[in-house]
């Protein structure tokens, strides 16, 4: 990809359907850095972020992670792209019958809604994976974002990509939110993103 204008990164943000217009998904997958590139790049994906979910302690850091595992979500457009097309993704992404031991990679799949859970149920099934699974299946309590530097980190390492956002004034939160910066993420990770066309 040529060369990246701010002004086409400002106008694919604001056509991109509002977080209140997607559903959101939301998978813990070893170390967050390269799922949530992988699933940015996909359509229909419309933004991502990484943080930490599925345990107890309060306002989890990188440093003071407590019991909670590296997730990332995503917020996805449901007429480009299904729950179970991202749950395939999910799964053909680890083993699900391996079990992590180390808490902070543990591979998880939080639901977040009944919906959610009748769909993970029959796809579980369709799939013969058991229950007792290595993979966890947890409803979502609280999703806590990390730390600015992790989020697309890929796009971080990409003076070239990255220059644009800068350019347009997009602050810490912004960048994180961004749809387009979701996709530059995927590219910059080595990912294939279509017809993203952001010169």
Same mark, same amino acid.
């Given at each position: 990809?040529?060369?990246?204008?701010? $002004?086409?990164?400002?106008?694919?943000? !604001?056509?991109?359907p509002?977080?209140e217009?997607?559903?959101?998904? *939301?998978?813990?997958?070893?170390?967050?850095w390269?799922?949530?590139?992988?699933?940015? %790049? =996909?359509?229909?994906?419309?933004?991502?972020?990484?943080? /930490?979910?599925?345990?107890?302690?309060? &306002?989890?850091?990188?440093? @003071?992670?407590?019991? @909670?595992?590296? *997730?990332?979500?995503?917020?996805?457009?449901?007429?480009?792209?299904? /729950? !179970?097309?991202?749950l &395939?993704?999910?799964?053909? $992404? @680890?083993?699900?019958?391996?079990?992590?031991?180390?808490?902070? /990679?543990?591979?998880?799949?939080?639901v977040?809604?009944?919906?959610?859970r009748?769909? =993970?149920? $029959? /796809? #579980?099934?369709?799939?013969?994976?058991?229950?007792?699974?290595? *993979?966890?299946v947890?409803?979502?309590?609280t999703?806590?974002? %990390? !730390? &600015?530097?992790?989020?697309?980190?890929? +796009?971080?390492a990409?003076?070239?990509l +990255?220059?644009?956002?800068?350019?347009?004034?997009?602050?810490?939160?912004? #960048?994180? !939110? $961004?749809?387009? %910066?979701?996709? +530059?993420?995927? #590219? %910059?990770?080595? @990912?294939?993103?279509?017809?993203?066309? #952001?010169?």
């Amino acid at each position: 990809m040529s060369t990246i204008e701010s $002004s086409k990164v400002r106008e694919y943000d !604001e056509k991109a359907p509002s977080r209140e217009a997607t559903d959101t998904a *939301t998978f813990a997958l070893g170390c967050f850095w390269g799922p949530d590139a992988k699933f940015g %790049a =996909l359509d229909g994906v419309v933004r991502t972020r990484v943080g /930490y979910a599925g345990g107890k302690k309060d &306002d989890p850091t990188y440093h @003071h992670l407590g019991d @909670h595992s590296e *997730t990332f979500q995503v917020d996805y457009n449901t007429q480009e792209v299904s /729950y !179970e097309e991202l749950l &395939d993704l999910a799964f053909d $992404s @680890h083993n699900p019958n391996r079990k992590v031991r180390k808490t902070q /990679y543990q591979n998880v799949i939080f639901v977040s809604d009944a919906q959610q859970r009748e769909v =993970l149920k $029959s /796809y #579980l099934s369709e799939r013969g994976l058991a229950p007792d699974m290595g *993979t966890r299946v947890e409803k979502l309590s609280t999703f806590y974002p %990390a !730390e &600015d530097y992790h989020q697309k980190h890929s +796009l971080r390492a990409r003076d070239d990509l +990255l220059m644009p956002f800068t350019q347009s004034g997009y602050d810490e939160k912004q #960048l994180r !939110e $961004s749809p387009a %910066a979701a996709k +530059l993420n995927g #590219l %910059a990770s080595g @990912h294939d993103i279509g017809d993203v066309d #952001l010169r």
